[in-house]
Antibody, heavy 124, light 104 residues
C-alpha cells in the first residue's frame, strides 16, 4: 500500500544535529514532491521544507533556513531532513508528506499521503 | 499569514457547519483543508480550494478563491470531531492556519 514511514527521531541536546529519514513505498516515488511538516506538543501544524520530485528544488521555512537541509535519494525511495544547531523550540513530531504534484515550480497541490511521524526532543 | 475562524465550535450530529480561512495576500486556489484527529496524522480533505480528495465523504465541501475560503460539513457526524487546518501552497514558505477544533 501507499505509505511513508519516518525514522531517526530521538532526544538530542541543544546545538547538536540529527538526521530524519522518510521511507516511501507503494507508489512511483520519483514523480512526487515531498514535504516535512512538524507539530510541537499541543500546537498546530508547521510546514518545514519541501523537495521537488527530482531533488533539484528545495524550499524551507524561515525558522529552519540555514539550519535544516532536505534531500532525497530516488534510487532508494528515501527523503532526508538533516537538522543542525537544534534548539528547544524544534521539539516536535516531524511528519513527511507527499505532495499531489512534482513541486518543481515552488507551488504545492496538497499533501495527500502522510507518515505517522517521528518525535524529536531537544533538551539538555 | 493564514487565519481561521472560529477557533473552536461545538455542534450536534446532523448540523451544517462552516469554517472560514483567510489569507493575508492573494493565493488563487492554492488552498487545501486537512482534518486531524488526536494522536493521528493529518488527512487531506479538500485540495485546490474545492476538489474533494478521493475517499473523503461527500458531506465535505470547499469553496473560495483569492483570499477567502470556506469548508462546509453538510451533516456533521460523530467521527468529524477533530481539528481542521487550512494551508496555502501558492508560495513558499507554505503556511497553515491555526486550526478550528470541532466537538460533535
Amino acid at each position: 500500500q501507499v505509505q511513508l514511514v519516518e525514522s531517526g527521531g530521538g532526544v538530542v541536546q541543544p546545538g547538536k544535529s540529527l538526521r530524519l529519514s522518510c521511507a516511501a513505498s507503494g507508489f512511483a516515488f520519483g514523480a512526487y514532491g515531498v514535504h516535512w511538516v512538524r507539530q510541537a506538543p499541543g500546537k498546530g501544524l508547521e510546514w518545514v521544507a519541501l523537495v521537488s520530485h527530482d531533488g533539484s528544488n528545495k524550499y524551507y521555512s524561515d525558522s529552519v533556513k540555514g539550519r535544516f537541509s532536505i534531500s532525497r535519494d530516488n534510487s532508494k525511495n528515501m527523503v532526508y531532513l538533516q537538522m543542525r544547531s537544534l534548539r528547544p523550540e524544534d521539539t516536535a513530531v516531524f511528519h513527511c508528506a507527499r505532495d499531489v504534484g512534482t513541486a518543481t515550480t515552488g507551488q504545492g497541490y496538497g499533501m495527500d499521503v502522510w507518515g505517522q511521524g517521528t518525535t524529536v526532543t531537544v533538551s539538555s | 499569514q493564514m487565519t481561521q475562524s472560529p477557533s473552536s465550535l461545538s455542534a450536534s450530529v446532523g448540523d451544517r457547519v462552516t469554517f472560514t480561512c483567510r489569507a493575508s495576500q492573494y493565493i488563487s486556489t492554492f488552498l487545501h483543508w486537512y482534518q486531524q484527529r488526536p494522536g493521528k496524522a493529518p488527512r487531506l480533505l479538500i485540495y485546490a480550494a474545492s476538489s474533494l480528495q478521493s475517499g473523503v465523504p461527500s458531506r465535505f465541501s470547499g469553496s473560495g478563491s483569492g483570499t477567502d475560503f470556506t469548508l462546509t460539513i453538510s451533516s456533521l457526524q460523530p467521527e468529524d470531531s477533530a481539528t481542521y487546518y487550512c494551508q496555502q501552497s501558492f508560495s513558499t514558505p507554505f503556511t497553515f492556519g491555526p486550526g478550528t477544533k470541532v466537538d460533535v
